[in-house]
């Protein structure tokens, strides 16, 4: 025998219903007798409770919802039957739908809604939807018969979420249900008390009465069938990439069913689990997907964590104080002030100290909860024993739900890990000693991304998806963008690295884009759509998405994103960047985000502020962690200038050398940043920093070779026609040099706390003479490498090697 329960988008139109009729007429086949067990028509018990509380209210307006009501179910009518059949199916369905609306008339003579009459108006859904369903199966040739739940389904008087006298019940059922070949359709979600006043078993409760039917049955199977594949990893409407989950134990169905997982009415499984009947969920859309298994065991022994569910809209309520410390009774007078006001307990913590208990219920039963405890604990309040009952709003309980975690160690640890590293602040935690569940209370606005880095983290452990908000499309972002196109399958296919860009920016325009934009054509998306560029508005964009993994990729050169990057930080972002300006820039807010990155779990990321794409910070800093000491850092650090001095021949003027620069990406947005020195000292600046000295820019000693009109012009371009007039000034510099077999070079040095940086010209027997092209070197003279200097040498400069460096840390930020 089958037992088999339809939810509400299930039996919504005809098309679902007639799908619904060939799903019974196949259990029929194979199983003789089956039960089906229907929902009312999606939406339609809102719909009553909205009829009734208009009626009570004495808005009339009541009967054209009424009548909207009766069209739909008319409507059905005329699609699922012909002519005959149809005027008796319309005459049982008036009927019923005349008797609500005088109910509905009486409710709006007597203005009062109680309960009892909530529940009987309620009872008509479920009471239509199984009428004209059985009538359908009966005219596609099954032997179909209608009972009322209400004759079978015994319940106490607790209207609106009744209580089943299960002994009276299995008995009526097992009297009214035949074991020979037959359909018998009722209603779920109904009930009756003994004296025949309807009653409802709570919202969802259709589940509830198809499980009770089934356990009150002989050799029985109940499949539950709904508009989804199964229970899902997690809820597929917040996560990504879910899947269903073949099997389940009873245990871990209550669980996620319990904290959220909508598919299954919770207390469905008890009736079922005590008498050990397998029950399936299946989707009616798909009859042909496996569904989830649920039986007394969980088979899959290789995952430890089956689910992950969340419930929204939570608030804590905590009492605390040192007047609790050791004291015995606080617990019990708590929970049963609690008790006393009807106050459902979703989540209860404790801290070993007994400082403190707090716990989680629904912003409903908030309001009582406090008056409850302030009632009972008044005396020891008033004596300042405890402190005032806190409540907190506005957050969410995540719960990760297996049995065999019970025996899996670090299922914790990487829960709190995955939380922490995309900053998630986690507010309370319960995990109960039978390990199949942890739980935790974080911020709401926080829930979609903890969800998915936790679904991720313990579902998808071979994919990692990151999520990049890219400021800058220039020389080095846009660069970036193209080899992150190249190099995004490999990167998917060989190390489970799903790097997606979901907001880009300009100076002109940006936009956002949650499930990544097409790099193929990103110009033009970057370029030509979305809105005019604000940085704070695409931060505020930014925040609001609150996606996992998400990382700030500012590609300019302006200290207006700077400004962006505390925020960003501190909403669990990290940063990568090739801008000096932060980390050259004042010293508190370069050390405070460097403070908050260890805070945070977050990674600020700027190794293309000094050399372009070589490893020159991260060679500092391996030197400083292992204990070195640094006597001395010489270095060519601009590309720029570098290229200048030797590409600046015989018969070539200056500035043709200095827009060769430019045009071939080496220069900064204003090239001179690079021609007055300051990017130099911005780097060597850094470098300092890096090894430890607290300096700020006004330290560096900079001596600058560039005329005063050409630094002082408005603009760059401006600066470019001024330039050519000094063309013969820089070829005298230049012959100067090559006659004394020299060779100029801008170079920066830190040396015992003191920072310079200048043109100097240097002979073959110096290190930075045979400095080729636009190449960097930097010597770093320590207390291990004092005989020769450790040397990092390489192009300084350009838009591939600056790229692939920006490339190469936002993959560190991805592994952290
Ligand atoms: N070009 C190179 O070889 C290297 C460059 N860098 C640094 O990389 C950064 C970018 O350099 P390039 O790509 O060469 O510059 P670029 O001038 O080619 O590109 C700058 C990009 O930033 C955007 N931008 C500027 N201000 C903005 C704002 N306030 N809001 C939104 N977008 C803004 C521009 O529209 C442009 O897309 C600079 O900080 C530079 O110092 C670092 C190492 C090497
Ligand atoms: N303009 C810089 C490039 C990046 O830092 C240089 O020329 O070195």
Request: aromatic share 6%; net charge negative.
């Amino acid at each position: 025998m089958k037992v088999l329960k339809f939810g509400g988008t299930s039996v919504q139109g005809p098309s679902e219903i007639k799908q619904v009729g060939s799903i019974v007429q196949q259990a029929y086949q194979e199983n003789s007798t089956v039960v089906v067990v229907l929902s009312a028509m999606s939406k339609v018990t809102d719909q009553l409770i909205g009829l009734a509380r208009q009626a009570v209210s004495g808005d009339a307006g009541y009967l054209q919802e009424w009548e909207q009501l009766t069209q739909r179910h008319d409507n059905c009518i005329r699609a699922l039957f012909d002519a005959p059949q149809a005027d008796e199916v319309s005459r049982t369905i008036h009927g019923l739908l005349h008797e609500l609306k005088d109910v509905l008339q009486g409710l709006y003579l007597v203005r009062e809604l109680t309960p009892k009459s909530l529940d009987f108006v309620m009872s008509f859904g479920e009471r239509l939807s199984s009428r004209i369903i059985s009538q359908y199966l009966a005219t596609q040739g099954l032997p179909t018969e209608w009972l009322d739940s209400r004759n079978l389904i015994v319940t106490d008087r607790n209207f609106n979420n009744a209580r089943v006298d299960f002994g009276a019940t299995n008995a009526r059922i097992a009297e009214a249900i035949p074991s020979h070949a037959k359909v018998v359709v009722m209603p779920g979600f109904i009930a009756a008390t003994r004296e025949g006043e309807t009653t409802t078993l709570g919202r969802g409760g259709s589940d509830y009465t198809a499980s009770i039917v089934a356990a009150a049955l002989p050799d029985v199977e109940l499949e539950i069938w709904t508009d989804v594949d199964g229970m899902m990893t997690a809820d597929p409407r917040k996560v990504r990439r879910t899947f269903p989950l073949p099997r389940l134990s009873y245990l871990e169905a209550l669980e996620l069913s319990h904290f959220g997982a909508k598919v299954l009415y919770p207390p469905s499984v008890q009736p079922v689990l005590a008498r050990n009947i397998p029950l399936r969920i299946k989707n009616t859309h798909r009859p042909e997907a496996e569904g989830t298994l649920i039986t007394d065991r969980s088979d899959d022994q290789q995952r430890a964590v089956k689910g992950i569910s969340s419930i929204d809209h939570i608030v804590l309520v905590s009492l605390k104080g040192s007047g609790m410390v050791g004291v015995t009774g606080i617990a019990m007078r708590f929970f049963s002030a609690l008790a006393l006001h009807q106050v459902n307990v979703i989540l209860i913590t404790q801290a070993s100290s007994e400082h403190s208990i707090t716990v989680a219920i629904t912003p409903a039963d908030a309001e009582r909860a406090q008056q409850g405890l302030q009632e009972e604990f008044k005396t020891e309040l008033a004596y300042g024993q405890v402190d005032p009952i806190l409540v907190e709003d506005g957050l969410s309980v995540l719960a990760i739900v297996g049995e065999n975690m019970r025996n899996t160690p670090n299922v914790a640890g990487r829960l709190f890990s995955v939380l922490g590293k995309n900053g998630v602040n986690v507010r309370a935690i319960a995990q109960g000693s039978s390990e199949h569940n942890i739980s935790c209370v974080i911020e709401q606005d926080d829930i979609r991304k903890a969800l998915n880095v936790v679904h991720e983290a313990f579902f998808l452990s071979d994919i990692k998806i990151l999520n990049l908000f890219l400021i800058g499309t220039g020389t080095v972002g846009g660069t970036f963008l193209n080899q992150l196109h190249a190099q995004r399958p490999h990167l998917l296919e060989a190390h489970g690295l799903d790097i997606r860009v979901v907001g880009i920016a300009n100076r002109r325009r940006m936009q956002l884009a949650e499930d990544g934009f097409d790099l193929a054509s990103w110009p033009e998306q970057g370029d030509d759509s979305g809105q005019p560029t604000d940085p704070a508005v695409f931060a505020r964009e930014m925040h609001a998405l609150n996606l996992s993994n998400s990382i700030l990729i500012d590609c300019t050169g302006s200290a207006a994103i700077v400004e962006l990057y505390e925020e960003a930080l501190r909403h669990g972002i990290s940063i990568v960047t090739p801008n000096k300006i932060a980390c050259s820039g004042p010293y508190d807010r370069y050390q405070r985000l460097k403070q908050m990155t260890s805070r945070r779990g977050v990674r600020f990321l700027y190794e293309t502020n000094v050399g372009a794409g070589l490893p020159v910070i991260g060679t500092l800093q391996d030197l400083i962690q292992s204990g070195d000491r640094i006597l001395k850092i010489e270095a060519i650090l601009s590309g720029t200038l570098n290229y200048l001095f030797n590409e600046h021949k015989e018969g070539v003027a200056f500035s043709d050398v200095v827009k060769t620069a430019q045009r071939l990406g080496y220069s900064e947005p204003d090239p001179r940043i690079d021609l007055n020195g300051v990017d130099v000292a911005r780097k060597i600046l850094i470098l300092a920093r890096e090894a430890g000295s607290h300096l700020e820019l006004s330290d560096v000693v900079l001596h600058n070779f560039l005329p005063e009109d050409c630094r002082e012009a408005a603009t760059v371009d401006a600066f470019f026609t001024l330039l050519p007039n000094y063309d013969a000034h820089f070829e005298n510099m230049r012959q100067e040099a090559e006659k004394a077999g020299k060779r100029q070079r801008y170079v920066a040095t830190y040396e015992e706390g003191k920072l310079s940086c200048g043109l100097r010209t240097v002979g073959p027997e110096h290190p930075f003479f045979q400095v080729e092209g636009n190449d960097n070197m930097v010597l770093f003279t320590t207390e291990r490498y004092q005989e020769r200097p450790l040397i990092v040498k390489g192009a300084g400069a350009g838009a591939e090697v600056t790229a692939a460096g920006v490339f190469a840390d936002i993959i560190r930020a991805g592994n952290f």
